[in-house]
């Protein structure tokens, strides 16, 4: 099964982007400092208060922690909100889902621990990424965090998808260009992950393979050049990726940066291109059918394409493994036993041997 939704409009963010569909009267808008500073937001902000209250929240920190978001509803327990506009990275969207169907009566934590289903109606939410990377505006969950417990983890649910996204490549290139890269390469991760993993399909792989021939043209010319038609290239395959994550699944690096990420306070991306210097070596090791299968469908050899691979991180400097996270050797065991979700879906995985041997090839 395959389907592309919500609505997604290309091209520059303005005023009449938000004449589409009403908004209502009370507007939440979640974005960061940066953000909201810049891009001629302001603006747009004045223009929507003409006909809207507008509530707006900029302090949304890295994994959308749960405190972060239990301010906004403590703020606006008050307050009916008729629309949510997130404008930010994957965590600012994330943080925006979750509250998207929590100024109900559920608990969005009770749902974070299945203590209860997802709700079926939500708030409708706008989703206006400024990083090309996540896929979170198109996805089917929201990554958040529990500072309390150390549990990152999803609520999940088609409802959970925003309702429309802008797709502005000028924001995106706003964006340093470190972070361009590292973000870039989480969509790398998406599209390589989503046609491995068992859950994938011949739709998902397709576009998978779609989306990595965009990254290997498109990506280090959009960071190194700051060219506004690569970027928007990268930016679209990035949220179709966000598809592939609903219909597909991600592998084991993702579930290992769940745990690597909150223990060592690096970033998702940061995660991911240390952890993968180990995941795709061990794949080939293991000789695992999927990944010669993606590299023939890219018209190359499996070699070649781990070489693309090798050959995109260092012309982006993104050349490292977990050591450079500040992960000892000694914790290589205990991180693996905390891995947690569907380690399954990676057809390398047996057992905790193999998160431990795709650690140790990734240091
Ligand atoms: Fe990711």
Same mark, same amino acid.
């Given at each position: ?29 979640? &974005? ?17 208060? +003409? ?23 403590? @703020? ?43 709700? &079926?109606? +939500? ?7 400024? &990083? ?23 609520? $999940?649910? @088609? ?13 995106? !290139? ?6 361009? /890269? ?6 790398? #991760?998406?599209?390589?992950? %989503? ?9 998902? $792989? ?9 990254? =290997?043209?498109?990506? %280090? ?28 699944? #991600? ?14 306070? %690096? ?24 990944? !010669? ?5 890219? !018209?190359?050899?499996?070699? @070649? =394409?781990?070489? $693309? ?5 260092? @012309? ?28 399954? /879906? ?18």
């Amino acid at each position: 099964m395959y389907y592309i939704k919500p609505v997604i409009s290309i091209g520059k963010v303005d005023i009449k982007s938000f004449e589409q569909f009403p908004i209502g009267k009370e507007v939440l808008i979640i &974005t960061s400092k940066t953000v909201s500073q810049n891009y001629g937001l302001p603006d747009i902000f004045d223009e929507l208060r +003409k006909k809207s209250s507008v509530h707006i929240f900029n302090h949304i920190r890295p994994d959308a922690p749960f405190e972060d978001l239990d301010l906004v509803l403590d @703020e606006l327990k008050q307050v009916s909100i008729d629309t949510i506009i997130a404008i930010g990275g994957g965590s600012t969207i994330d943080a925006a889902k979750a509250l998207s169907i929590a100024f109900g009566d559920v608990s969005y934590k009770d749902v974070f621990y299945g203590k209860t289903p997802v709700p &079926t109606t +939500k708030i409708p939410l706008i989703a206006i990424p400024t &990083t090309a990377g996540t896929g979170a505006e198109l996805s089917f969950g929201a990554i958040i965090y529990d500072k309390d417990k150390g549990k990152k983890g999803g609520i $999940r649910g @088609e409802i959970i998808q925003p309702n429309y996204v802008f797709i502005d490549a000028n924001l995106h !290139n706003g964006c340093p260009i470190h972070l361009k /890269a590292e973000v870039g390469f989480d969509c790398l #991760t998406h599209a390589i992950e %989503t046609y491995i993993s068992k859950k994938s399909n011949p739709i998902v $792989r397709n576009q998978s393979v779609n989306c990595i021939q965009v990254i =290997f043209q498109h990506l %280090t010319k959009s960071c190194k050049e700051n060219s506004i038609e690569d970027m928007e290239k990268v930016a679209i395959a990035s949220s179709l990726m966000g598809i592939n994550l609903a219909f597909s699944s #991600t592998c084991l690096p993702h579930r290992i940066q769940y745990v690597i990420g909150p223990m060592t306070g %690096t970033s998702h991306a940061q995660g991911l291109i240390a952890i993968y210097k180990g995941w795709l070596q061990y794949l080939y090791n293991e000789k695992i059918d999927e990944l !010669n299968q993606l590299a023939s469908d890219l !018209n190359m050899s499996t070699e @070649e =394409f781990l070489n $693309r691979v090798n050959n995109l991180k260092k @012309e982006l400097n993104l050349d490292y493994g977990i050591l450079k996270l500040g992960i000892d050797l000694k914790d290589i065991d205990e991180i693996a036993s905390s891995v947690s979700g569907n380690v399954q /879906a990676d057809p390398s995985y047996e057992n905790v041997e193999s998160i431990i041997n795709i650690l140790k090839l990734a240091i």
